[in-house]
């Protein structure tokens, strides 16, 4: 399995969103999951829930 995330940060509108797409051996996507924050976090903290989103 692969597990990708993608962290974006909106910083006029005060807000952060994550993605994560999980893909088997073959690439094909298993599961795909996005949530929006409405909170202001750096990056770092942003990408580590991202990662924790996934286990």
Known sequence: FK???HVAVF???NTTSIGV???ND???VLTAVS???SMPLSVV???MLA???VV
């Open 21 to 23: 797409v999980i893909h």
């Open 51 to 53: 990662a924790k989103r």
């Open 45 to 47: 903290i942003v990408e």
């Open 3 to 5: 597990t990708n995330y």
């Open 35 to 37: 949530k929006k924050i």
């Open 26 to 28: 073959k690439g094909e």
């Open 11 to 13: 910083e006029h509108a």
